[in-house]
């Protein structure tokens, strides 16, 4: 697989990161690849948008709400006056 076309900051960030963790740039892309595609939820369903928001608020405990009371639906207003 080649990668084309990727602008010079974002080769040196990759070279740095790579360094930082004691392996070549293609490596580097390599264990970054992974780690994004790690989780294979299905991004349509939108359950990975739910997991994540669970993940981050679960830690904060729950919260009861109180529902207000329901009232009659109102008439839809006439335009015609």
């Not at 070549?24 to 939820?41: D, G, H, Q, W, Y």
Request: aromatic share 4%.
């Amino acid at each position: 697989m080649t990668i084309r076309n990727l602008d010079d900051d974002l080769k040196a960030r990759l070279r740095v990161r790579a360094a930082r963790h004691g392996r070549s740039m293609e490596e580097e892309a390599r264990s970054i690849l992974r780690t994004a595609l790690a989780n294979r939820v299905e991004e349509d369903s939108g359950a990975s948008l739910y997991a994540a928001i669970r993940t981050r608020v679960e830690p904060f405990g729950g919260v009861d709400l109180e529902l207000p009371p329901r009232e009659p639906q109102r008439d839809p207003p006439d335009f015609d006056e």
